[in-house]
């Protein structure tokens, strides 16, 4: 995600597909609290 901070235009930007993501458990991880965060977090770290 920081690339999209050098970038720094306002036509670019991100979509975030949470519609296709599951758990072990087959929940999706998007709809559980601190779910959405926790995946941004591991997004970042990978950057």
Same mark, same amino acid.
């Given at each position: 995600?920081?690339? *999209?901070?050098?970038?720094?235009?306002?036509? $670019?930007? &991100?979509? *975030?597909?949470? +519609?296709? $993501?599951? !758990?072990?458990? +087959?929940? !999706?991880? &998007? =709809?559980?609290? +601190? +779910?959405? =965060?926790?995946? *941004?977090? &591991?997004?970042?770290? =990978?950057?």
């Amino acid at each position: 995600m920081a690339f *999209l901070d050098e970038i720094d235009h306002p036509q $670019v930007g &991100m979509i *975030l597909d949470i +519609g296709h $993501v599951r !758990n072990q458990d +087959g929940a !999706n991880p &998007m =709809t559980i609290p +601190g +779910g959405p =965060t926790k995946a *941004l977090e &591991m997004e970042a770290q =990978t950057q």
